[in-house]
């Protein structure tokens, strides 16, 4: 399973609006989509603020950024 987001940041790590999916590849499985999507959104919520240095902040600030979250289902290799 894949989800990729797109959301920007502020210089301070806070995030700027909401993360928005802009692609995903799930499976037949409603519940375990579901469950993939909202760990995928717990996880950003607990990273944030993302801890950057005032040098990184003020490169990346206002950028959409575009991280991808994969899940291999187990016995896959």
């Given at each position: 399973m894949t989800l990729t987001l797109q959301f920007s940041i502020r210089r301070n790590g806070t995030l700027?609006?909401?993360?928005?999916?802009?692609?995903?590849?799930?499976?037949?499985?409603?519940p375990l989509n579901r469950a993939f999507v909202a760990s995928v959104l717990e996880a950003l919520e607990k990273?944030?603020?993302?801890p950057v240095s005032d040098s990184m902040g003020g490169a990346i600030a206002g950028r959409t950024l575009f991280p991808r979250f994969t899940a291999?289902?187990?016995g896959a290799s």
């Open positions: 700027i609006g909401k993360p928005r999916a802009t692609f995903s590849h799930l499976g037949d499985d409603g990273a944030l603020p993302l291999v289902s187990q």
